[in-house]
């Protein structure tokens, strides 16, 4: 499996960006696809997760009601919608996939496989 992440930019605190995470091949239903972020000078962190057995999604609490992920299964597509966004959301942000996830790894960064290069979100104030 290979990843593709685009979509970042530079928008003003309040603003909003859709990320992309495009897969080759098609994953099959063991997989969970999540976006993780790394600020300068801090350690990466879990920002969301869809796993597609179920599709549940999960999220960071500092995104919760602001960041929507989401997926066209049609196009491999993993999607994060990310609205009222504010300064401390300035990352490098990176999708990642695996298979055969339980809950409680999804959310830790060492437990995925496959890595697309990340995309570089700017939030002015």
């Known amino acids: 499996v290979q990843l593709q992440a685009s979509g970042g930019g530079s928008v003003q605190a309040g603003g909003s960006l859709r990320l992309s995470c495009a897969a080759s091949?098609?994953?099959?239903?063991?997989?969970?696809t999540a976006w993780f972020r790394q600020a300068p000078g801090k350690e990466r962190e879990f920002v969301a997760a869809?796993?597609?057995?179920?599709?549940?999604?999960f999220y960071a609490d500092s995104v919760k009601g602001r960041f929507t992920i989401s997926t066209d299964s049609a196009k491999n597509t993993v999607y994060l919608q990310m609205n009222n966004l504010k300064p401390e959301d300035t990352a490098l942000y990176s999708c990642?996939?695996?298979?055969?996830?339980?809950?409680?790894?999804?959310?830790?960064?060492?437990?995925?496989?496959?890595w697309g290069q990340g995309t570089l979100v700017t939030v002015s104030s």
């Open positions: 869809f796993r597609r057995s179920t599709r549940a999604t």
């Open positions: 091949g098609r994953p099959s239903n063991s997989y969970t």
């Open positions: 990642a996939a695996a298979p055969n996830l339980i809950v409680s790894s999804l959310y830790l960064p060492e437990k995925y496989y496959y």
